[in-house]
C-alpha cells in the first residue's frame, strides 16, 4: 500500500474513532447503532472520495524527483519516465492495468497531481491506431500518445525527429514542448492526420 493510500486509510480510522466515541458517550444504546452505520458511511465518503481527489499533502509536502512523487502516490511498476520543462508523464503497469500521470514540478519540488488538470484531447484513428494528447492544463508541455488495438509493434516516426518510447503493452510516448502546427506523423508508413487542440 502506498504512502498516499495510508495517509488517507488513517485519516478515515481517526475520524471514525472520533465518531464512535461521541456516539457511544452522548447517545441512548438503541439510537447507537444507526449513529455509528450513518458515521462509517459518511467517513468513508469524506476520506475516499473528497481527499483522495485533494492532494492536501501538497501544502506541506515537496518531492525532489517526479519518481519520489510517484513512490509516494502508487507502488505501482514505472515503466516509462518522460520529464518535460515542468511537467512529467508517468506510465505505470499493476500487472492488470496501465496509468499515465502527470505530475508538476514547481519551485519548491515535483507535487502529487489528483488528475483533475489533466486533459486528454484529439482522439484520432486510422487503421487501428489512436493517437491522443495528455496534457496538464497548467502547462505548455504535451505528451503525444499512440496505441495499436492488436498491441502489436509500431514504426512511428515525424518530421521533427522526436523519439518515442515504447511500454510493455506496445503503446508509444513522445513529449513536446508545444506541439507544432506544422506537425506530421508516420505510422507503419502512412501518416495520420492530427488536429490537436
Keep these: 500500500m502506498s ?9 478515515f480510522i481517526v475520524i471514525l474513532t472520533i465518531c464512535i466515541f461521541l456516539i457511544n458517550t452522548r447517545m441512548q444504546p438503541e439510537k447507537r447503532i444507526k449513529a455509528i452505520i450513518g458515521s462509517v458511511l459518511i467517513c468513508s465518503f469524506v476520506c475516499f472520495t473528497v481527499l483522495w481527489f485533494i492532494p492536501f499533502e501538497n501544502s506541506f509536502l ?22 518535460g520543462s ?4 508517468i506510465v505505470a503497469n499493476n500487472k492488470k492495468t496501465r496509468q499515465m500521470l502527470i505530475f508538476q514540478k514547481q519551485e519548491d519540488g515535483w507535487k502529487i497531481k489528483n488528475g483533475s488538470n489533466v486533459t486528454i484531447s484529439g ?28 498491441k502489436s509493434e509500431l514504426n512511428i516516426s515525424d518530421n521533427f525527429g522526436t523519439e518515442f518510447f515504447k511500454d510493455s503493452q506496445n503503446h508509444y510516448y513522445a513529449y513536446f514542448e ?19 487542440k
Excluded at 62 to 83: C, G, K, L, P
Excluded at 124 to 143: A, E, G, H, M, V
Design 86 to 89: 515542468d511537467t512529467c508523464l
Design 178 to 196: 508545444k506541439l507544432p502546427d506544422d506537425y506530421v506523423l508516420t505510422v507503419n508508413g502512412k501518416t495520420v492526420e492530427i488536429e490537436f
Design 3 to 11: 504512502y498516499f493510500v495510508c495517509v488517507r486509510f488513517s485519516i
Design 62 to 83: 515537496s518531492f525532489s524527483t517526479a519518481q519520489e512523487a510517484y513512490s509516494y502516490y502508487s507502488n505501482d511498476d514505472v515503466e516509462i519516465m518522460i520529464e
Design 123 to 150: 482522439i484520432n484513428s486510422s487503421d487501428n491506431t489512436f493517437c491522443y494528447l495528455i496534457y496538464d492544463s497548467s502547462s505548455k508541455d504535451r505528451y503525444i500518445t499512440i496505441s495499436n488495438i492488436v
